[in-house]
């Protein structure tokens, strides 16, 4: 059932990065209590989130994000484990997984899409809950099986954990998000961008890679910086952070100093690598990253402190 729009969600797109946001009240007191749950689920408040695959279903002009009820979604429940996302606008929200070889269902209310594209149309509060519940279908069709001991597992707290079945083992196993870090380096008049080889003609966008074990951010953020375009970072700020559900990282935002500036494709993980002006990069050229992510809005606030004094 889709919901109205409030008036002041234009504007928060421009004070989240998208997909992020305290928009879903997680209530995670409430995960354990089975007979809060079994009310929450049978209750004319209860909202439900269709996954169909890695698909969320939204529908409209502009598109909002679709939230059915309870009876629209009784020949589903039952299928497959429910996941408590908490509450949504002050209702229980719960993700509702439908696998992909089922054709497509609720062609009536809209059309399962990309989260790649509803993070460029929905409001920041809907983008925030559907990332959220795609990310934790897609975690529980991963983890079928304990990583210890191969044993069943099956969803508890409300499905956001799991438990491995065999009892000589019984381990709890959580969501995992794999922490990346993402930096726009200057050297005051330049910032530093780079191309992957797959990547559009044209385009170029921040420096980034995962974070390794035993690594701070910092540490994390000289290592990439040097390792992919050898230029020596000094200081390095934090920016913003973003969910980036593609599967399940955390996008860790930066903002530093360049040390040096000679640029070498050390590691070869970027075909291209170089530095940018503020006027060159609002020529048209280079095609800036996409504006979902925060490494548009690195740039973009980087070419916007020209205008500080």
Known sequence: MPNSRSGNRQTELQDYNVFAGAFVDRSGERRKDTDWLAEAISSDDARFVPVWGDLCLAGGEPPHAVLLERGQVEAFVG????IFLGLFRNQPAFALAIHPDRAQPFREFGEFQSLRFLGTQLPGDEANLVAHARALVLWHA??????????????????????????????A???RTDPAII??????????LGRQE??????????????????????????????????????VRYHSSQPWPFPSSLMLGFVAEAASTEIRLNDGELEDARWFTRDELRSGFPRLPFRISIARRLVDHWIDLDNTD
Not at 183 to 192: I, K, M, N, Q, Y
């Open 198 to 235: 797959n990547w559009p003609e044209g385009r170029y966008s921040t420096i980034a890679g995962f974070v390794e074990p035993g690594e701070s951010l910092e540490d994390s953020v000289r290592r990439e910086v040097f390792e992919e375009t050898n230029v020596r970072v000094g200081s």
């Open 173 to 175: 196993i959580f969501p």
């Open 79 to 82: 299928e497959q484990e429910l």
């Open 142 to 171: 991963s983890q079928l099986y304990c990583g210890i001991c191969g044993s069943a597992a099956y969803p508890e707290a409300g499905g956001n954990s799991r438990r491995c079945s065999n009892t000589d083992c019984g381990r």
């Open 183 to 192: 930096v726009l380096v200057s050297d005051g008049e330049r910032c530093l």
